[in-house]
């Protein structure tokens, strides 16, 4: 079993930026495939990136330039560094960890875009 818990998230101005943390609790890790996917009111939730146990990582295509994921193992935490936001970022946030067919969620945080 792994615990996630997310964090970071608030409100920003457009152009502003955040950074997401997701901290895990329980089971290895840093065997999991990490990642986040968000979910905006009345549309289906989205993979925005996500990274592997070896540091690969793969973006959606809003997500690409504009925000980086990362992994930091020996602290069982995964991060989303989100820049230039606007507005059309605006949902809640979610961090999974993914193994063969086991996959874990946080609980969710909500990042608002607006001025």
């Known amino acids: 079993q792994v615990q996630l818990v997310e964090s970071g998230g608030g409100l920003v101005q457009p152009g502003g930026s955040l950074r997401l943390s997701c901290t895990a609790s329980?089971?290895?890790?840093?065997?999991?495939?990490m990642g986040w996917y968000r979910q905006a009111p009345g549309k289906q939730r989205e993979l925005v990136a996500s990274?592997?146990?070896?540091?690969?990582?793969n973006y959606a295509g809003s997500a690409k330039a504009r925000f980086t994921i990362s992994r930091d193992n020996a602290k069982n935490t995964g991060y989303l560094q989100m820049n230039s936001l606007n507005p059309e970022d605006t949902a809640v946030y979610y961090c999974?960890?993914?193994?063969?067919?086991?996959?874990?969620w946080g609980q969710g945080t909500q990042v608002t875009v607006s001025s």
């Open positions: 990274i592997t146990s070896g540091g690969y990582t």
């Open positions: 999974y960890a993914r193994k063969t067919t086991s996959t874990y």
């Open positions: 329980g089971r290895i890790f840093s065997t999991y495939v």
